[in-house]
């Protein structure tokens, strides 16, 4: 077996024999995200895991409507329908927050299940956001 020489490049892929470059370990799905707009108010509808694969699809959403809306004041992220969330689903959470705060949008997280709130409470984390059920949003 050849061994890599010291400041040489090499390939994980080469030296490993496992999966190929940029394929994610553990990949998880994106979970489903629908947005819908009522006045002052957007509801983000999250279905599936809160992972690192959930990043794109809600700041993809979010962006799109803080460019499209001028008159939004609160972001209601209706979590009702995530099953499991890790470390990096805490961290869109937070990014999603620090994406809306600039502009004075409350970001309130609606119905959030055990698997959502467990870590946020864990965390400190809990503190930082606006929590509803969903018929009081």
């Known amino acids: ?77 209706h979590l009702r329908d995530v099953g499991f969330m890790n470390s990096a689903g805490l961290a869109v959470l937070v990014q999603l927050q620090k994406m809306a705060a600039p502009r004075s949008i409350e970001m309130v997280l609606v119905e959030p299940t055990s698997p959502v709130t467990r870590p946020l409470q864990l965390t400190g984390l809990w503190h930082r956001f606006t929590v509803v059920e969903a018929d009081a949003s």
């Not at 050849?2 to 080469?14: D, F, I, K, L, T």
């Not at 794109?56 to 609160?74: C, F, I, K, W, Y």
């Open 1 to 77: 077996m050849n061994r890599p020489v010291a400041g040489q490049w090499h390939s994980v892929e080469e030296t490993t024999g496992g999966t190929p470059p940029n394929t994610p370990v553990g990949d998880a799905p994106e979970p489903t995200v629908t947005a819908a707009v009522d006045g002052e108010t957007a509801r983000l509808t999250v279905s599936g895991e809160l992972t690192d694969a959930a990043r794109r699809p809600l700041v993809r959403t979010l962006t799109d409507l803080l460019l499209a809306e001028s008159g939004l004041h609160r972001v209601e992220l």
